[in-house]
């Protein structure tokens, strides 16, 4: 069978709703995901909710609700959200769901029947906030826990654990055989770095029941529930194989995550899976955090960034470009409101919005919306632009493809100042010039809906319907010059992203 590509996201902790760094992850997954659909391959697009663990207990108990009943509602609010951000998934999971719960069990009976797990008493520090142990080394210079770790408990349990050291060189191999593994290179060294240079300690996998109930059970011990993440992380696999496409599906191409869960995907994850004899995923791309004004998001100060406010407020597509602009794949970024009016108003009403309305706006008014003789004036500069832009997409270069398309439409802008068709509508005998010039203009707004299909989904769409044009996915490597035909009657034009005065 053919492999499909894969692409997925973290799956988030349903203890609130979603805020801007969700939505960030989510789409720049999408526009990868739609990336490759318009490059020829055909690709599947997985996310979803991380809904066990003591976490999820703890905001459920908080709420004075049983933890299912909790997930359920909250679940409704995050499938929502999915939809709002124009998410092309091709399927949403819940990790209390049958179909995940079955596969998590049937890897760690595989990896128990194995002899890859043990049992031992663990006496120490455990922090719930973090869903982790800790060890000495984990203390700050004054001998505390950092603030992270939230309120930690002392503990003395049996639980399993998983051997871990004995993959650690083959990862360090893999790694540097594999210099995409992990993306961008800074997040590889981070990795490398801390497997050359820290012996991988055991991994506990369980907890006992009567300190967590809401969890997976252990399929080969009752009294326990499953680790939180080695649950979560089984998603990417889980779904793949329970919706009968692993062979087609799996490896992942891409985990997309963030940077404070890169040892979970580029750690445990591979071992997990090169443990049970499994394939690795290709790669695991890691993006930065956003800031609110320079300062982190956080509920109890107000300084968040609602994204379904801004999507009701601007609009989707709006949302979208200023993310994947304003933010490129691997630094971390800050939210500025001002910063995001002032893109919207220069790049999308002005940029993109008042030339695609002044173009067909002139073809409506001097040509009756029908479309001239072909002409190829434009045609290097929109083909050295769609060759550029096809390579960025293929390197998940998101902002870059952006500034690409941004720069074409510069040079358009600056071909109407040039040209100004308006003046020669004036003079009869330049009336063979002009069909030129809105033959061009005309071609390049149909090469700018078809080099928006994965960034802004709905305006590519607009722009076709304003065009007359069918709506399907095309190939941006096969779309050409001049592919649109002389006599084609176009729509009157609607603004796209009308101005705002703020
Ligand atoms: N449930 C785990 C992931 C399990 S994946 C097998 C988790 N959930 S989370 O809800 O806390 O985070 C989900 C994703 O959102 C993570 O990739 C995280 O990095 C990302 N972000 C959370 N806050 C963020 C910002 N402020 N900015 C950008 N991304 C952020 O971790």
Request: aromatic share 12%.
């Amino acid at each position: 069978m053919n492999k499909q590509f894969y692409i997925t996201t973290a799956i988030d902790y349903v203890n609130g709703q979603p805020h801007l760094g969700h939505a960030y992850e989510k789409i720049i997954t999408d526009v990868i995901a739609r990336s490759q659909c318009c490059l020829g391959s055909e690709s599947f697009y997985l996310t979803g909710l991380d809904e066990h663990g003591q976490k999820v207990q703890q905001a459920a108990e908080d709420n004075g609700q049983n933890a299912q009943d909790y997930c359920n509602n909250l679940a409704e609010d995050w499938q929502a959200f999915a939809t709002k951000l124009g998410l092309s998934n091709g399927d949403f999971v819940r990790t209390t769901e049958e179909r995940h719960k079955t596969v998590v069990a049937e890897i760690l009976q595989g990896l128990y029947d194995k002899g890859e797990f043990y049992q031992k008493e663990y006496v120490g520090f455990y922090s719930a906030k973090q869903e982790s142990f800790l060890t000495e080394k984990d203390r700050n210079d004054n001998g505390e826990f950092d603030p992270i770790y939230g309120e930690v408990q002392e503990l003395r349990e049996n639980n399993y654990y998983f051997k871990l050291g004995q993959y650690q060189q083959w990862l360090i191999e893999h790694i540097e055989a594999n210099p995409n593994f992990v993306a961008p290179d800074n997040r590889r060294n981070e990795v490398l770095g801390f497997l050359k240079n820290e012996n991988l300690e055991d991994l506990c996998i369980s907890r006992p029941k009567e300190r967590l109930s809401w969890g997976i059970p252990l399929p080969f011990d009752s009294d326990y529930v499953t680790y939180v993440w080695f649950d979560a992380l089984t998603n990417y696999l889980s779904i793949p194989r329970a919706i009968g496409r692993e062979s087609e599906l799996w490896p992942a191409d891409i985990h997309v995550i963030g940077k404070d869960i890169l040892k979970f995907h580029a750690v445990y994850w591979p071992i997990m899976l090169r443990a049970a004899n499994l394939e690795i995923p290709k790669q695991i791309l890691v993006h930065g955090w956003w800031q609110k004004d320079n300062q982190k998001m956080s509920k109890s100060t107000g300084n968040v960034v609602d994204p379904v406010a801004v999507i009701d407020e601007w609009g989707l597509d709006a949302f979208r470009y200023y993310v994947v602009r304003e933010l490129d794949i691997g630094p971390d970024g800050n939210w500025t409101d001002e910063g995001f009016a002032a893109r919207y108003g220069a790049e999308l009403a002005n940029g993109l919005g008042n030339l695609i309305n002044r173009s067909l706006s002139m073809l409506g008014r001097y040509r009756d919306g029908v479309v001239p003789e072909a002409h190829d004036e434009l045609a290097h500069d929109a083909t050295e632009a769609r060759d550029k832009l096809v390579e960025q997409l293929r390197a998940n270069e998101l902002q870059a493809g952006l500034m690409t398309i941004w720069s074409y439409i510069a040079r358009l802008n600056q071909y109407v100042d040039e040209t100004a068709p308006f003046k020669m509508a004036k003079d009869p005998n330049q009336a063979k010039r002009l069909g030129e010039v809105l033959y061009n203009l005309t071609e390049s707004c149909r090469l700018l809906a078809v080099w928006l299909q994965p960034y802004l989904p709905t305006t590519s769409h607009r722009i076709m319907e304003q065009l007359n044009l069918p709506k399907d996915i095309i190939n941006i490597a096969q779309s050409g010059w001049g592919e649109l035909t002389a006599g084609q009657k176009v729509n009157k034009p609607e603004a796209l992203f009308p101005r705002r005065d703020k």
